[in-house]
Nanobody, 121 residues
Framework: QVQLVESGGGLVQPGGSLRLSCAAS????????MGWYRQAPGKQRELVAS???????NYADSVKGRFTISRNNAKNTVYLRMNSLKPEDTAVYYC???????????????WGQGTQVTVSS
């Protein structure tokens, strides 16, 4: 069984910073792409940023220059550093990873439980 556990959300003022973490655990053989999505009330879930196992990154236009995604392959962990936060960044942030379990010869997508980020004065 594979689990993704997020941490680091909270309430922050506009212009502030937060760092989200997401750790994968379980019978993991390999982790491929990892990423962060977010879903604001009344809106569809959207990709925020993604990173490959080789550390190539991709960002939504709305967060380019403000957010940085990184990963530690030895710790099976992905991070999202969020700077210059805006009220429109308020959402539930979900971790996502493409993981192959030890007992399988294919990978599956896994999701974390979500962590709330609220940007407000």
């Amino acid at each position: 069984q594979v689990q993704l556990v997020e941490s680091g959300g909270g309430l922050v003022q506009p212009g502030g910073s937060l760092r989200l973490s997401c750790a994968a655990s379980g019978n993991i053989f390999s982790i491929y792409a990892m990423g962060w999505y977010r879903q604001a009330p009344g809106k569809q879930r959207e990709l925020v940023a993604s990173i490959t196992s080789g550390h190539a990154t991709n960002y939504a236009d709305s967060v380019k220059g403000r957010f940085t995604i990184s990963r530690n392959n030895a710790k099976n962990t992905v991070y999202l550093r969020m700077n210059s936060l805006k009220p429109e960044d308020t959402a539930v942030y979900y971790c996502n990873a493409d993981i192959r379990e030890v007992s399988r010869d294919f990978s599956d997508r896994y999701w974390g439980q979500g962590t709330q980020v609220t940007v407000s004065s």
